[in-house]
């Protein structure tokens, strides 16, 4: 059984940045595409940044291009989306989630199979 679970969200002033991490646990890390997902209430999952099993790919929507970066750490069973910039329409609850198997990125939240509990983010103006 896979196990995800997310920290490093928190309040912090627009213009800030943070880092948040996801820690997997499980056998078959390296396995498994990751992306970072987030939810504003009154607002459908969206996803925010992708990478594939080994880190060769990644994907962005524009509204995070060159501000959000993901990265994984296959020996730590670890991902990362580090945030800079971040904005007000930022906040919101962020979700890793894992997809076992594949080469791509992959951006739909149908596609996971496992998803970590959330952790809040909150920009002030």
């Known amino acids: 059984q896979v196990q995800l679970v997310e920290s490093g969200g928190g309040l912090v002033q627009a213009g800030g940045s943070l880092r948040l991490t996801c820690a997997v646990s499980?056998?078959?890390?390296?396995?498994?595409?990751m992306g970072w997902f987030r939810q504003a209430p009154g607002k459908e999952r969206e996803c925010v940044a992708a990478i594939s099993v080994i880190g060769s790919f990644t994907w962005y929507p524009d509204s995070v291009k060159g501000r959000f970066t993901i990265s994984r750490d296959n020996g730590k069973n670890t991902v990362y989306l580090q945030m800079n910039s971040l904005k007000p329409e930022d906040t919101a609850v962020y979700y890793c989630?894992?997809?076992?198997?594949?080469?791509?990125?992959?951006?739909?939240?149908?596609?996971?199979?496992?998803w970590g509990q959330g952790t809040q983010v909150t920009v002030s103006s």
């Open positions: 989630a894992a997809r076992r198997g594949g080469p791509n990125v992959w951006t739909l939240s149908r596609a996971y199979d496992y």
């Open positions: 499980g056998r078959g890390f390296s396995d498994y595409a």
